[in-house]
């Protein structure tokens, strides 16, 4: 195997296009040198995208935030700025695995190792994130919502590379909100997840809603019906009753190892609805 | 591939030469000694290999050692001042946080890191941030204590300073 | 010298204090040595490969392509470890376990084992050995196992201990039963029965430590091992056998261990490193990934239990009977056997019966976890017993008091109980304040008991005291976790010095005789009991040196406070320890005491453990709150190690209680063999855990001492199912309670 480590990311496309035989990019390593340890993967080279100096930072971009592909979630939770926009965003990736995992791990890689139950990406998705490639053909965006293809599948074409996710410009009284079931209080994967992100209008009324789920189906999805529900409401009984149902109708998960269909199934509304009460109560909302 | 790496660890520079698949645990362990640092998984669920890599912590076994390089290394081996305990080393021995004590080089490491970012920290904080820290000995009770009466010390001294 | 090991009563000096421990600095700077931190030179990599399906008959291996590999210096098979134990029944199967034969047994059983120069080539080359296998149809489960249609794993197997021998064989390996009276007759007497079958899934001790060793083996017939294990006088004496070595020629040197909780009790990568040393003739480290320690080493049984119990309106136990099927793995063991002999051993019935079943089925060989197969039996009738006490309104501490065994009582699986702990713990339980503490909502309290043997065996011990007086005790025993300070406080008690001046080490097999490993809690018992034995020897030397050295005769001699004294009214001052060493020269030669012994009566221990759960209705997720130990110690030597062992042993129940289980894919193959998967409790899991310390002495130990180590794993399991039905209104009664498990019987209730 082969080690590399360009500075820029147009060393790193380079990088990528001269490798020969199987080629990873290594951020926080979290998923990636698991998978060697397992012998799942053999690579032939390793791009460490860690010393790519525009990668390892948070931006503000567009009135939004640019969160670079080599940022340790740890990082993430440490920048005030962004907490207090997208506080759901930062509390999923703060979800990811322990401390140690949290110094080293990175949205990106959560969003390129493409887990259906991957924490931070529901979460991106309720935010109508956008992932920043970077290829041979130069930059592209592509919504974190159609990233994922199928487990372990991504949109990302050969010899290209995720260069940062960003958030958009946060209006006045938004709130979002991400919650996972672990049969632990931590260290586990999640079970089944459910992020919503809202903003009120006039008297505490949700104007716009979105709402992601994740674990329930091949990939983290989007759940239009359950934004729905929320919408024109103030969280009432009635409005959260039809949000749970839309979760639940949304599920298409898998009987394995971490759980049932029916159990995810049934936790997806009871998190949506759980997720939905911190959202509107963050976004100044008044239950 | 084999690579030549130049680190830092404790404070003493080090080179050593590793296949570029190894993992910084297998380096650290193999061609640099530090034994303290151990590996109860190697797939980053135990906290055993934990390690403070540029001020960072981290599972070392989820690193590689090619990546140390122009880095510094802080491992258990490294954490007492000469023969004078860290008072988080002279607490675990007190409130006996160990029982056999293989989780407890990661256990101080990541306890270090812990009180380093958040001096005071509530109970309730301190288990949330050593849950990446697998014990199965003690049942945490005494590790808990132990780093509460650990930061205790530390912020007296801390004040007389 | 005094060698009767009763019970006098005495009053300590060191014993019951909390000094560091020795063994202490070491460990939190890193420099202790376990399994893999120790390197031989010239020594090799090791590696196994494992078999990938559940049952399968070996047709053919070829290795020739991984021994061409330049950089492979041996490749072994069963073929190298050849049987050579004459068929013993005892000693075959773990042969067989460590290195499969004709058939694989289970997802994870060891086929080929390959030594090279570096871990890279060892990798390769077991990608290069060729199994052919022929599938067969496989059973992983306990109740699956025993249907008629279920696959055989032994043609071989006829059901020991039935009467007449069966005519097929099953996969049921042994029956048990265990019991006295007449179980009909006290059914007929009573108000309420309830009957209900329990059933536990599969666990793992969970040590951090992976298993380690480094075998060196030379070609004049003698070796080396280094190794992370529970006894090393065992694995030297199973080795030596299964190699076909003299048993002395082979040195066992016992690493510091990182836990083991009687996963390290059992050979599983010894042998195997012992044949490619031998093979290549060079040093070989084995050591396991977390993966192959799950798939591959000691989990529990899963268990099915039937469980039927009568009392009457006013609270009395009239009749228990109990059908225990464990799965021992693809070899017999006696796991059922000691469920059935534990299962009411905490309580005085006239009529019980319990009857156990080893089952065996397609998974890991089933070895002994803390208290083993005792955690099962407590949660089938500690569970039911809640109920029954819930049935005719009586409070569940009341009724276990009324039922608790005592001094005299026979014990269900036998003996005639000694001083026992389950009366006063009950107490002890009734009126602690946890008990009385207020619920908040979705909580709930449940409190169960538990019992363990504690076993003793043999033991062997030197005292060798240094020309200035200071102490170093050898023994045999693994310390798991701080019986050397325990050691070092009994050999300061008795020989009236400074704990500080008492080093207690670790022996390798060189150095003493047998001992049995750190199981059965006898590590503190029986070599404290050696250990006392070897310092009143040496007290007795020292007599009789400072006799010579006064010229007086050594009866005249006293010994006080770590000083002779000459009796009666003499001018001779005193001589402490250091004056006498210091003269061993001109008196004789170095001071010693040397013990050999088998320990007796090893006390019974007995636990009440209390929890408050709170379960969340919608998830059916469930975190304790709140938790108390009740334990009896015999004597706390250390206490606080002794509170370490007892918040650990719940600590593991909790876990065990709430979520940890083996998955198995219709494949056979195991699902989970990795932390992230099988979750054993985190720290932000678990409250604190209170822990009260009863000490009712052991009649049989100088000291009083009893073991404790295990016993505290076995209540857990009763006392959270308890908890959850009182949060809940749910009879939990399948372990794990995992959240969709919890959730499945609310919705049941409901329904
Ligand atoms: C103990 C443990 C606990 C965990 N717990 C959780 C958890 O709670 N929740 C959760 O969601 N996940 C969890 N994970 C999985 C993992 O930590 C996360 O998915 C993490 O976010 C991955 O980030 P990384 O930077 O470490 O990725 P890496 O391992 O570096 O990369 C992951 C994948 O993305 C690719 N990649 C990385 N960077 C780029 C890029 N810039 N462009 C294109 N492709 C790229 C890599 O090639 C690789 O295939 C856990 C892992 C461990 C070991
Ligand atoms: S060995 Fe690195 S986390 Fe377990
Ligand atoms: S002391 Fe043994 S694992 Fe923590």
Redesign the interface.
Known sequence: MQYIAPEKISDAVEALSQAKGSVHLLAGGSDLLVRM??GFIEPDVVVDVKRIKSMGKIKKAGGGFSVGGAVSCAEMGDNDALKKAWPGVVEAAQLIGSDQIQGRCTVVGNMCNASPAADSVPALIAADAQAVIQGPKGERRISVAKFAKGPGQTSLKAKELVEAVELPKRPAKSGDAYLR?I???????A?VSAAVSLTLGAKGVVREARVALGAVAPTAKLVPAAAKALIGSKLDDAALEKLAAACAAACAPID?????I??RT??AS?LGRRAALIAYERAGGKL | MSMLVSTTVNGDSMEFVC?ASETLLDSL?DRMG??????????G??G?CSIMLDGALVCSCLVLGAEAEGREIE???G??DGSK?HPL?QK?????A????????GF?IAAKALLEKNPDPT??E???A????????????????AVQDAAKVMNKKGKKA | MNDDPAYTGQTFKSVGT?P??P???D????????G??FTMPGQLAGLVLRSPHAHATIKKIDISKAEALPGVKAVVTSQDLPDVTGGDRELLPILENCMARKKAFYDGHAVAAVAAIDM?TAKAALKLIEVEYKVLKHVTDVDKAVEPKAPVLHKDCFTRGVDPKPEKPSNVAKVSTFGHGDVDAGFEQADVIIERNFRTEQTH??????HACVASISPDGSGDLWVCTQGHFVFRQQCAQLLGMDVSKLRVTSS??????GGKTHLWLEPVAMALSRKANRPVKLVM???EVFRASGPTSATSIDMKIGVTNDGRIVAGDATLRYSSGPWAGSWAMLGAMTAFACYDMENVKTTGMEVLVNRPKTTAYRAPSAPMAAFAVESVLDELAKRIGMDAVEMRIKNAAKEGTQASYGPVYGPIGIGPSLDAAKNHPHMKAKLGKNQGRGMACGFWFNFGGQSCTNLNISMDGSVTLTVGTID???ARASLSLCVAEELGIPYEQVKTVIGDTGTLGYNEMTDGSRGTFASSMSAIMSARKAIDEMRHRAAKMWEISPDDVIWEDGHARAAGDTNLPPLSIADIAAAAEKSGGPIAGHTQLVADGAGVSFATHICDVEVDP????T?VVRYTVIQDAGKAVHP??V???F??????GIGWA??EEY?YGEDGRL??P????Y????????P??DTQILEIPNPNHPYGIRGVGETSIVPPLAAIGNAVSNATGVRMTHVPM???RI??ALDEASA
Do not use: W
């Open positions: 340890k397992g079931f049969p632990r209080t931590e260290m586990d994967i079970v394995d190892k971490r759980g049932t029916k159990f049934r936790v009871v | 296949d362990r530090m034994t303290g640092v151990k590996e109860g998984c190697g797939t669920d135990c055993a491992t258990v081996e954490m007492s305990l080393q675990f021995l007190e409130h006996a160990l029982q056999c004590g293989i989780c407890t080089p101080l109970e309730t301190i288990r949330y050593l849950a990446g820290n697998l014990c199965r000995c003690t049942g945490y009770d005494k590790i808990v204590r | 909390r560091l421990r063994d202490g600095v460990k939190v700077t890193g420099r202790a040595r376990y893999a931190d890279p001790q969970g040590y951090i430590e992976p510091e261990i990182g836990g083991g909780f990934t977390r993966e798991v976790g701080g919608e998830t059916g997720s975190r606080t190690y509170e370490g062992q918040q650990g042993g719940a600590a593991q709430l979520n998955v699902q989970n990795g932390f992230l998967d979750r054993i409790p985190v720290c932000s899991d678990l604190m855990i995992s959240p969709p959730l499945d």
